[in-house]
Structure formats: C-alpha cells, structure tokens
C-alpha cells in the first residue's frame, strides 16, 4: 500500500472538511472507510502518513485534490535557488552586453 506524508497544512485541510460538512470524527471516518481512531490521529498529528486510498476519499468527498505536496528538502532548495541565481546573473550580463552594443551602433549610426 501507498502512504503519503502529511503536513500541518494538510491536517488542517482535512479538520476545515470535516466541520464545513458538519461531521463528526466518527461520521466522517464512516464516509471514509477509516476507523475514527485513525482519523482522529491523522487531525492531531499522532500519525504522520495517510494511506493513498484515504486521500483517494477525502478526495472524492471534497470534490478538491487532497494529495499531500511532497515537500521538497532544504538541500534541493538551495540548489535550486542557486541555479536560479547564476541564469539570473547571465541574464543580467547578456542584456547588459546587447544594451551596449546597441548603444555603441546608435552612436556611430
């Protein structure tokens, strides 16, 4: 079986679900095909993964995505923001070099 990390975020999507329904822990869990255990844990944070078939359900009963975004980790980030930096700083200095070119053709145009 598949499981899913689930964040704060997340846990807070599925406690907004369930009171914009009306429900309660156990009538929600019916719905779902879950013990009302296992969804009480998941809204407080004492279980830190939920199965693909409960994120298929809460899906379904939302009529939204419900699958967790996987985070990405602080390493990935970094790289990332450092590749964006050097295409910044290329960019920068490509527009730079046509920018005086063009000048310099205006000038003795």
Do not use: H, Q
């Amino acid at each position: 079986m598949v499981y899913y990390d689930v964040d704060d975020a997340w846990r807070e999507r599925l406690k907004d679900l369930r009171m914009r329904k009306g429900r309660t822990i156990r009538d929600m869990a019916i719905i779902l095909g879950t013990s009302p255990s296992t969804l009480c844990r998941l809204e407080t944070g004492k279980i830190k993964k939920a199965s693909a078939n409960l994120i298929l359900a809460l899906s379904n009963e939302s009529g939204e995505n419900f699958t967790p975004v996987p985070a990405k980790s602080y390493p990935e980030l970094k790289r990332r923001i450092s590749e964006l930096e050097k295409e910044n700083r290329m960019l920068r200095d490509y527009i730079r070099e046509k920018w005086d070119e063009e000048a310099l053709e205006y000038e003795n145009g």
